[in-house]
């Protein structure tokens, strides 16, 4: 090893403590920096798609950027260690009312949203709802994904079952399809594919969990009645008590692995099946939302942009969200790469290329959908998150097809909501 | 005069190395040297989170939000919450169960281990390895094997005809549930007893078992009468941290039920988590988890007074 002279040891201590007391690294480390934490996409080669357009970037404006995948039941407790050490990524992706969560720690984006409105028109109504908090967009809207039915087209077909329309006709296909030993699978668990579906069938009946003032409990009603009525026959006559077991990803695991005849999810196992070559993925096929006596709703997943407050990069964090989002051809690219599971989330794009590149993208378009978020009519807020990640609807309904009284049931939800809204 | 020089120099660094080495030689003085890092990373990884979870608990604390103290409301808020007086319930039950199965599995693999066995060593290194792999990655096989759609155990079950097809619902029935997660917390905990008694049993003196024998003790008797009563200190603090960390458990849950079916299985840790860090509220989250502190420094104050007085 080389000696150190003693002058040479003076001059790198004294530099690094220079450093270290400034806090201000020299001109030549000042290369821009920036990591930017995403979930586990459910469409992977969407994934893959995100860090050769990070490499892009680097190349094209000499920022250098990280980017870390966690999965997405992991995202609020990992955020709110961020938040809380008031360290970690400098941007990060939000799904739904995260936004309304994490509000004082988010910067003002609404600079950029203005742009890509210019751009691409309006954002839509889930992802304005969500990320615009208190008269400020909090987060940039990325994409969205929204929930459809998906299920066995070959067994139907074989079977001579009417693809259904109603949530009423699901029960009477459903019937036929458990003893075809292809049971309905829709999860009464405590994840939140199980809130993505409670919440369409009670609004379809015209139920709500919380009134549009954000305050008034209305679980407590007759609707909310005829829905949990309702899961009890499927759950009796076209399901399998695993459902109470189930997952975010069971479902998908019960259709492609042959067992499941019907299920109520974004298009992931579809594409999981198809491009795994499984011997499902030919069978599978999408058909439009259910409808009930107050309409046809459904679940709406928007997925947004967000820069922590705490970030030392936040201008480079923004001229990242400008590249992926800004750039239509690099947005272009990016929403082509997810197969039409994430969607542009901007009105002008609605009609993209992307539902053209496989027939059975055909029904994965709203229309005459209404699409929303979780704790809809309530407008989103913090306290609608909670009542969501406490998972209150699938236990209310997992309570009531176990045995728990109806009315009992949807007494405990109304007063575990009232105790959420009051903390 | 150069040789006058050297000669001075050399004394000089001689009684500086010799005043190191009294200095170091002095209790007094080495002995906070030593203890000093250690106490520095206690104080950094434990009693300052600690100190901010005690905050936390008596403050209405939200993730990023400015917070204000508010004293004992959210201990008592929390017996509003069925959730968590569910949660209340599941701990003692799941502990209670687990440390008393893991005591009667322990103690007789610690015997069937005691015994002149072929590969002794092998065998007692392969009792280990429940304890030694990461518990989340084990217990993701166990959900697998629980799995309502990939259950081996279900598959096991009805190829041999001791169940009826599909098979039990392990992870979506309350009971169920209970028993899985406390299977797996018995299968994981079960060689931290095993290992810990057979070090008690082997160094009980065999003249003891020769008196008894003498004595006409049969198996029965001599266990009763030698083994037990010479185990007791052992036992006792086997179980002391068996309870605590049962108690504490999280990894199982969290991986096998997530706390479900509605919350059946749901520990202090695992609601913790889900509501300090997945809905924000850190005052609530860190009032669940200091919840048993008082009981468990009870016990822990017991147990440990048992000990020495059987001891000493």
Redesign the interface.
């Known amino acids: 090893m080389e000696p150190i002279s003693r002058r040479r040891f003076l001059t790198t201590t004294a530099g690094l403590a220079g450093i270290l007391a400034a806090g201000v690294p020299p001109a030549r480390g000042q290369q821009r920096e920036i990591s930017y934490l995403a979930w586990n996409n459910f469409a992977p080669a969407s994934d893959k798609k995100l860090a050769e357009i990070g490499q892009r970037f680097t190349k094209d404006t000499g920022i250098k950027i990280r980017i870390d995948h966690i999965a997405h039941a992991q995202q609020?407790?990992k955020y709110?260690?961020e938040?809380?050490s008031q360290a970690g990524h400098d941007l990060v992706e939000m799904r739904m009312h995260f936004p309304w969560?994490?509000e004082?720690?988010l910067v003002d984006v609404s600079d950029l949203v203005a742009d890509l409105e210019k751009k691409y028109g309006k954002v839509i109504s889930a992802g304005y709802e969500t990320a615009h908090v208190k008269g400020v967009w909090r987060a940039v809207p990325q994409y969205h994904l929204f929930f459809l039915a998906t299920y066995r087209e070959d067994l139907f077909k074989k079977a001579g079952l009417p693809v259904p329309d109603t949530w009423e006709d699901l029960y009477k296909v459903g019937k036929e399809l458990k003893k075809m030993g292809h049971p309905v699978g829709i999860p009464i668990?405590?994840?939140y594919d199980s809130i993505s579906t409670a919440g369409p069938v009670l609004w379809s009946l015209g139920g709500m969990e919380i009134d549009k003032d954000g305050k008034t409990v209305r679980i407590n009603s007759p609707q909310t009645v005829e829905m949990v009525e309702w899961y009890k026959k499927m759950f009796r006559d076209c399901m399998?008590?695993?459902?109470?077991?189930?997952?975010d990803a069971?479902n998908n695991?019960?259709i492609t692995?042959g067992?499941a005849g019907w299920i109520h999810n974004p298009i992931s196992a579809y594409l999981l099946a198809r491009n795994k070559k499984m011997v499902t993925a030919d069978g599978i096929n999408h058909h439009r939302s259910l409808a009930g006596p107050q309409g046809r709703h459904d679940t709406d997943v928007p997925r947004h942009m967000g820069i922590w407050k705490f970030s030392k990069n936040i201008e480079a964090s923004k001229e990242w969200i400008r590249y992926l989002l800004g750039k239509k051809e690099v947005y272009d690219e990016y929403i082509v790469s997810g197969d039409a599971f994430n969607l542009p989330v901007y009105t002008n794009l609605q009609d993209h290329p992307v539902l053209k590149t496989d027939p059975k993208f055909a029904a994965v378009k709203p229309e005459g959908v209404q699409l929303h978020a979780y704790g809809w009519p309530a407008p989103p807020s913090?306290k609608v998150?909670?009542i969501t990640?406490?998972?209150v609807l699938p236990?209310m309904i997992?309570?009531a097809v176990?045995g728990t009284p109806t009315k009992e049931a949807i007494a405990?939800a109304e007063?575990?909501m009232k105790?959420m809204l009051a903390? | 005069m150069a040789v006058g020089n050297v000669g001075v120099a050399t004394v000089a660094r001689r009684s500086l190395r010799v005043r190191v080495r009294e200095l170091i030689d002095r209790e007094k003085i080495l002995g906070p040297v030593f203890v000093t890092p250690a106490l520095l990373l206690l104080v950094l990884l434990v009693a300052y989170p600690f100190a901010m979870a005690l905050y936390f608990s008596v403050s209405n604390a939200?993730?990023?939000?400015p917070s204000h103290f508010i004293g004992v409301q959210n201990f008592v808020?929390l017996w509003?919450?069925?959730?968590f007086r569910q949660t209340f319930q599941n701990a003692f039950v799941f502990t209670g169960s687990a440390v008393a199965i893991k005591l009667v599995l322990g103690i007789s693999l610690a015997l069937l281990l005691n015994q002149q066995l072929w590969f002794k060593r092998a065998i007692r290194g392969a009792v280990l390895l429940p304890w030694v792999i990461p518990t989340a990655l084990s217990t993701l096989g166990w959900w697998w094997m629980f799995s309502?759609?990939y259950s081996v155990v279900n598959w096991t079950g009805i190829a041999v005809g001791i169940m009826d097809p599909?098979g039990p619902?392990?992870?979506?029935?309350?009971y169920y549930?209970m028993t899985a997660v406390v299977a797996v917390n018995v299968w994981r905990g079960l060689p931290f007893f095993a290992i810990t008694i057979l070090a008690g049993l082997v160094s009980i003196p065999r003249e003891l078992y020769e008196a008894a024998e003498a004595d006409g003790a049969g198996p029965v008797g001599r266990f009763w009468y030698v083994t037990l009563p010479m185990l007791k200190p052992v036992l006792a603090i086997v179980v002391l941290f068996s309870t605590i960390f049962t108690f504490s458990d999280f990894n199982i849950v969290y991986v096998l039920?997530?706390?479900?079916?509605?919350?059946s299985t749901h520990l202090f840790a695992t609601l913790a988590?889900?509501?300090?860090?997945?809905?924000?509220?850190?005052a609530?989250g860190a009032a669940i988890s200091l919840y048993l502190f008082p009981l468990l420094v009870f016990v822990v104050y017991a147990q440990l007074k048992f000990v020495r007085k059987e001891v000493y």
Do not use: M
């Not at chain 1, 399998?240 to 997952?247: G, K, R």
């Open positions: 609020a407790a709110a260690s938040v809380q969560l994490y004082p720690q668990s405590q994840n399998e008590p695993e459902v109470l077991s189930w997952n069971s695991e019960s692995a067992k913090d998150q909670q990640n406490l998972f236990n997992a309570k176990t405990w007063n575990e105790r903390g | 939200f993730i990023g939000r808020n509003q919450s069925d959730a309502s759609l599909p619902n392990w992870l979506g029935q309350k549930a039920t997530h706390g479900g079916p509605i919350n988590r889900q509501i300090g860090l997945e809905t924000g509220r850190i609530e």
